[in-house]
């Protein structure tokens, strides 16, 4: 943070030196034709009868500023990390059943870099379930971690489901489908 600090600082000292030159130019010149003026002398004009003084200054204040900006796009940093190998074990059982209804556990094992959960309670997951079949169901887990792991219990019909997971961890979202036949 210093070190881009210290450069715009450097380039705005820069920019101010051209300026107050460029100006001091423009006087120097300006009392120059006056002076020729005054001894009457013709003052000489540069190219086409255009003067070059002022086309200089202006060209040398468009390529200071030219210069800063791209000193400027040069300076920002932009980091980027290594992508985390992340895979997620989904887990479900039959706990009970009860004539048609049948009680069932799911749950989520994420693993980075083969560590369960990544190995500390840092790493923070979002989980929704959706269970379409003979009914629809919904779950949502927010916050899950190494210390808090996900897991729910559900009374569901029998029948064929087709489960479906979103994940969210650090902004990125995985999506995982698996068809399962509950009875």
Same mark, same amino acid.
């Given at each position: 943070?210093?070190?881009?600090?210290?450069?715009?600082?450097?380039?705005?000292?820069?920019?101010?030196?051209?300026?107050?030159?460029? #100006?001091?130019?423009?006087?120097?010149?300006?009392?120059?034709?006056?002076?020729?003026?005054? %001894?009457?002398? =013709?003052?000489?004009?540069?190219?086409?009868?255009?003067?070059?003084?002022?086309? #200089?200054?202006?060209?040398?204040? %468009?390529?200071?500023?030219?210069?800063?900006?791209?000193?400027?796009?040069?300076?920002?940093?932009?980091?980027?990390?290594?992508?985390?190998?992340?895979?997620?074990?989904?887990?479900?059982?039959?706990?009970?059943?009860?004539?048609?209804?049948? =009680?069932?556990?799911?749950?989520? !094992?994420?693993?980075?870099?083969?560590?369960?959960?990544?190995?500390?309670?840092?790493?923070?997951?979002?989980?929704?379930? =959706?269970?379409?079949?003979? !009914?629809?169901?919904?779950?949502?887990?927010?916050?899950?971690?190494?210390?808090?792991?996900?897991?729910?219990?559900?009374?569901?019909?029998?029948?064929?489901? %087709?489960?479906? %997971?979103?994940?969210?961890?650090?902004?990125?979202?995985? !999506?995982?489908? !698996?068809?399962?036949?509950?009875?």
């Amino acid at each position: 943070m210093s070190t881009n600090l210290q450069f715009n600082t450097a380039i705005f000292i820069f920019t101010a030196v051209v300026i107050i030159i460029a #100006f001091a130019l423009l006087i120097a010149y300006i009392w120059r034709l006056n002076h020729r003026i005054k %001894t009457l002398q =013709t003052p000489r004009y540069g190219f086409l009868g255009k003067p070059l003084f002022p086309m #200089f200054v202006v060209l040398l204040l %468009t390529g200071s500023l030219l210069f800063v900006n791209y000193y400027n796009k040069q300076s920002q940093v932009t980091t980027t990390g290594a992508a985390k190998n992340v895979v997620f074990d989904i887990n479900y059982k039959n706990v009970s059943q009860s004539g048609n209804n049948v =009680t069932m556990k799911f749950d989520i !094992e994420p693993k980075i870099e083969k560590l369960p959960w990544g190995g500390n309670d840092q790493n923070k997951f979002d989980i929704y379930w =959706t269970l379409n079949g003979p !009914e629809n169901y919904q779950y949502l887990e927010v916050g899950k971690s190494y210390n808090k792991p996900s897991g729910f219990q559900i009374s569901i019909l029998s029948g064929a489901y %087709t489960v479906k %997971t979103k994940i969210v961890f650090e902004g990125k979202t995985y !999506e995982y489908s !698996e068809e399962i036949y509950v009875e």
